[in-house]
């Protein structure tokens, strides 16, 4: 018996500790992800933001680079530039024919409505004959202006375009109906073709021509009515008032 109690002491005390299994430590801080600003070729400016979690080395020996999730990219949409339109009200120039309204405030008796004489002028009391035509209404009120305040303080002048006649376009040669045609507003060379009935059946369609006078000379614009429908061969490009369409 005494012999026993003596083996089991020994194994006791020649035998290995027991390990006892520990609950981790609770995480007190937080990770929070980091982000990166990049500037692309395009002059956008993105942001990358890497999880926390791809930081943190694997903790298991089976687990690779590749169980990393991916990086998420978000791109900052970027804002076009605005065109300016254009102010269509001033780039108006006053012709010949043109009807006009030129009130001067508290003056009825030189306020007037002429029209525009072939040499581009009108006549007003006490201002006579000006110069209007190639001006915009703005430019003829202020040299009424000028003009009258020789005779009164501090005159105030309106120019309205009553009646527009100056912008015509002349359709001549083989159409159904030729002649000057006034231009109420863009018009192209089909449409202007149009206004004339269209071609006749002898018209030779692939030589027509728009005679545009440019300063001193006059340019040739051909234009191929057979080709209008492949853009790449022919425009129906916009027409300019004083321009004449021949159709031989």
């Known amino acids: 018996m005494t012999h026993l109690s003596a083996t089991l002491l020994v194994a006791c005390l020649t035998a290995a ?3 006892f299994a520990q609950e981790p430590a609770p995480r007190t801080s937080i990770d929070l992800p980091t ?10 400016d993105s942001v990358t933001t890497a999880p926390a979690d791809a930081a943190v080395a694997p903790s298991s ?12 990219t978000v791109a900052r949409p970027v804002t076009a530039a605005v065109p300016t339109p254009i102010d269509l009200a001033t780039a108006y120039q006053i012709g ?7 009130s001067v405030w508290k003056n009825p008796e030189l306020s007037r409505t002429v029209p525009v004489r072939p040499d581009g002028k009108v006549s007003l009391p006490l201002v006579n004959d000006i110069q209007a035509a190639g001006l915009t209404p703005i430019d003829l009120r202020d ?11 501090a005159p105030e002048v309106s120019v309205i375009v009553r009646e527009v006649h100056s912008r015509k376009v002349t359709v001549a040669g083989a159409v159904k109906l030729p002649g000057r045609y006034e231009l109420k507003s863009t018009m192209t060379v089909l449409e202007v073709i149009a206004l004339a009935q269209g071609l006749t059946d002898f018209a030779s369609r692939d030589r027509i021509v728009i005679l545009r006078q440019n300063g ?12 209008i429908s492949d853009a790449a061969q022919q425009d129906n490009f916009l027409i300019r008032p004083g321009d004449i369409v021949f159709v031989p």
């Open 17 to 19: 500790p027991v390990a």
């Open 96 to 102: 010949p024919e043109d009807v006009l309204e030129i």
């Open 143 to 153: 040299q009424v202006t000028a003009k009258l305040s020789e005779y009164i303080p």
């Open 61 to 72: 020996p089976s687990a690779t680079a590749s169980d990393t999730p991916p990086a998420v």
């Open 35 to 44: 982000a990166t600003v990049e500037t692309g070729a395009a002059g956008a």
């Open 216 to 227: 001193q000379k006059t340019e040739r614009i051909p234009f191929n009515y057979r080709k």
